[in-house]
């Protein structure tokens, strides 16, 4: 099969590639995937809307429209959603509101595109009317997860009318848009067996993603898909230099924030919140992280005195997270100015301090030639185990990307390697649940370098179950830890 991972979507876009050479943070791939070459590329239309009231469904619908446009021709979500909230200012309640319309309809591109190719004669054009019936389809469809739809249906086909009327760039397809959602409600039973008998929309993602997953994970496949078409948990870590999980518990029940402990500094929120306004964050006591990310730096088994290196760092999650375990010489590093002020962001705001440098690590013309005694290598992947919280990225990703990726990531682990003492420890960490990203590429790097595998967790797979048990709440990372030989 060709690899054209949004043909399944009706609009034709250039393919997504990442260069980083040192940014495989499991959040930053993602991003980096649709937006290192295309974000320079306009739609057909920008936002612009006349007679609308900016705290209306009708204005989030027209944004979030926009957002998921900038998507189909290749730009990652969060910078789409940027470029929309600069283009418009929204207020917090619709900038809110943009954001989740967004990225519900991103999770359900599959299956709200089989049903316009049932209901229409052809792609409706231009690229902002085509993303308008995704999103109003995909809030009357609904989300897997959901208790109950986020609007009543006859508030979604008026308001996504009024978006049409409001903007000169669709204004002539009122009456269609009214049509295609009426006829959705009138025939839904019908239209959606229809479509669900399309893998791509059944599961909503392209085809060439499910047969892979199938492949890799015959009996796990449908759960993994599943997975990741649901909102996530907001996970923090609390900071043990500032606070301990028991005493952050009391302080989230004293203001009657439900929650429960998922992992040694792990704290799951019972419903996600503006990060800004979680207690403490702006303090430093707790960070956003996943669980799984959350095993990298005790992994690493730093002691105090050791010098460290946090190979592609960016945006420094796991950076924080290594100085809050001990007073170590830690030195971050990662490709990307923009996102190195990330790093220096978050340290701040934990009041920790690192050595930050801009250089790739494919090459060591950044490093002081002293070896390290321990190094996270959060390499470049696809970002497939971290897709419930990036869902463009099935649409952005190729079938190939995989393979490209495996062959950067290999040539960073190599250099790494003669950058770390005889005896130190190596973490090598990926955020994809594909083979050739994870286990292959672990057992690859330690025949060519006769490195020793020491206990690590694998390959986690983001499975969705009982949300009290702590090992169904993280995403899809794989972890392999290496022992260099005293003797070489």
Known sequence: MQD???????????????????????????????????????????????????????????????????????????????????QTNPLPQARGAIQDIAYRTMRQV??????????????PEPALLYSLLCCALTLLVGNEGDEEKAYEEFVVVDQAVNAATSSPHMVFAKGMVNAVLRRYLREKDE?????????????????????????????????????????????????????????????????????????????RLDRPMPVLNIPGFEAGVVSVQDAAAQLAAPLLDVQAGMRVLDACAAPGGKTGHLLELADIEL????????????????????????????GDATRNNWWDSQPYDRILADVPCTASGVVRRHPD??????????????????????????????????????????????????????????AERLDAPGQLLPIMGNTSESNNEHDGLFYALFQKPLQN
């Open 4 to 86: 054209q991972p949004r043909k399944t979507l009706g609009r034709p876009a250039k393919p997504a590639r990442s260069t980083n050479a040192a940014s495989g943070n499991a959040h930053g791939s993602t991003a980096r995937a649709g937006s290192t070459s295309r974000d320079s590329n306009k739609p057909q239309v920008e936002f612009e809307t006349v007679e609308v009231k900016t705290d209306s469904l009708a204005f989030s619908l027209v944004g979030a429209a926009q957002a998921v446009a900038y998507v189909l021709e290749g730009t990652a979500l969060p910078q789409a959603l940027t470029r929309v909230f600069t």
């Open 110 to 123: 599959g299956r709200v595109d089989a049903l316009l190719k049932i209901m229409t004669n052809k792609t």
């Open 191 to 267: 239209l959606l067996k229809l479509v669900m008998k399309q893998p791509a929309a059944a599961w909503n993602y392209p085809q060439w993603w499910v047969d892979q997953c199938k492949a890799a994970y015959p009996q796990d496949w449908q759960a993994i898909l599943s997975c990741g078409n649901h909102a996530p948990p907001l996970t923090l870590r609390v900071n043990q230099r500032a606070s301990t999980v028991a005493a952050y518990l009391e302080l989230l029940a004293s203001q009657q924030i439900g929650a429960s402990q998922i992992g040694p500094f792990a704290v």
């Open 331 to 358: 030195t971050a590093v990662d490709t990307d100015p923009a996102r190195i002020q990330r790093i220096h962001e978050n340290l701040a705001r934990l009041k920790l301090f690192a050595t930050i440098k801009e």
């Open 393 to 450: 990225s099935r649409w952005l990703r190729r079938k190939t990307d995989a393979a490209q990726l495996a062959a950067l990531s290999a040539r960073i682990l190599d250099n790494l390697w003669r950058m770390l003492k005889p005896g130190g420890k190596m973490l090598m960490v990926t955020c994809s649940i594909w083979p050739l990203e994870s286990e292959a590429q672990a057992a690859a790097f330690a025949t060519r370098n006769g």
